[in-house]
């Protein structure tokens, strides 16, 4: 069985890949970063270590890798003969590699296999695989999107496992957090369903997307910007900070309200799983940096992202102000990372239209509407303690 991984970054290897390897696949990485494709090809093997006392260390094989700048049809002759496709690259990558993919679906039509093919997109979005779709069929004619639609198909996931930024000697070497959740949304599948240990199917994903970045992306988030604004380098050296846990906490009981109004989640399980997370960020194994957590604040305080998105239902569904979430919110606006481009967009956006404008632009939330007003309410009060 073939497998076709896009990003061949922490989550390609050091989640996706060593699942697929457990599972029994060849997996095929599909990266720009010439360095890893290269040291891939030529051990055919990495390691995966766990971040824990243990240390435990997997050798994860059957793996080989193509540089999609210099080997563009390779890439399509993969897709046209894989038995799956996922994808790591980040959100901000999906229309770009979608390109490729459109050609390689296109190639194993061409070349007659007409055995079904499922293309997950693991990243952390709401509908990460439904937005590549859109990408892929955007420039199909329609007699060729009912062709598509019959023998592909591309299922919504989402995927919780913390990797950090690698800072190893051994450039392949991923060092992952023990824990890990990969969940698939079986009702939007073709063919025979992958037998690969680790995935949960489900029919309806969406409580447990909602669930997971209300929860785990927005509590690293609270601890990333609040963090960064104390002058702290990591997750777990915020989560010390009582002031910084306590935030999070109380932003995590308002995701929390609104999750269990909305999917009717049992309060008392909620309340476990919103601790077992915090255990997770307080694992100094991972000592993971509050920039990589922080990283692309525009994306973050989107409409539907893990700050914007909450807030926003917390207001319809629970009917009053999310203060949590708008200090959260505030504190990610006030992010100014200079490596960061998107922190750096947003500073200057700030710089030349001011607080207000920069709201509009980045939530698209309604001038003066009720979460609007407590943002840059928010907003104000932190420039003033500062
Ligand atoms: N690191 C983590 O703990 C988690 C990350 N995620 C999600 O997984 C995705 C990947 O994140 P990471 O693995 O942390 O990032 P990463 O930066 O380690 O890996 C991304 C990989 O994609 C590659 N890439 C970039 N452009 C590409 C292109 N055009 N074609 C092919 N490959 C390309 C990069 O070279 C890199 O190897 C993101 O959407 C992230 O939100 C989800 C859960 C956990
Ligand atoms: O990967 P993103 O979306 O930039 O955000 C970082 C978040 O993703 C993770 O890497 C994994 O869920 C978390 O560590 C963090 O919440």
Redesign the pocket.
Known sequence: MIAVH???????R??IGSLLYDSGYETIF????EE?VDLINERKEYQVVLADQSKETVTIKNVSAIN?MQDADLVKKAIAEADIVT?????N?LP??AK?IQEGLRLRLELNNKTPLNIIA????IG?STLLKESVYKSLSDEEKEVFNQYFAFPDAA????????VNEDKLLVMVEPYFEWVVEQSKMVGDIPQIEGITYVEELNPYIERKLFTVNTGHAVAAYLGYQAGIQTIDQALANEQIKDLLEKTLQETGLLLSKKHSFDISEHNSYIKKIITRFLNENLADDVT?VGRGPLRKLGPNDRLVGPAKQFVELVGSEPIYLAKAIAAALNYDVKTDDEAVQIQNLIQEKGIEATVTEVTKLEKDSRLFTLIVQQYHELKNKQ
């Open positions: 896009f990003g061949a970054g922490n989550i390609g050091g989640f599909v990266d720009v970063n890893i999609s994808t790591a690259v980040g959100p990558i770009i590699i490729s693991c990243e952390n979005l990460g995927v919780d496992r913390i990797v950090p930024n690698q990589r």
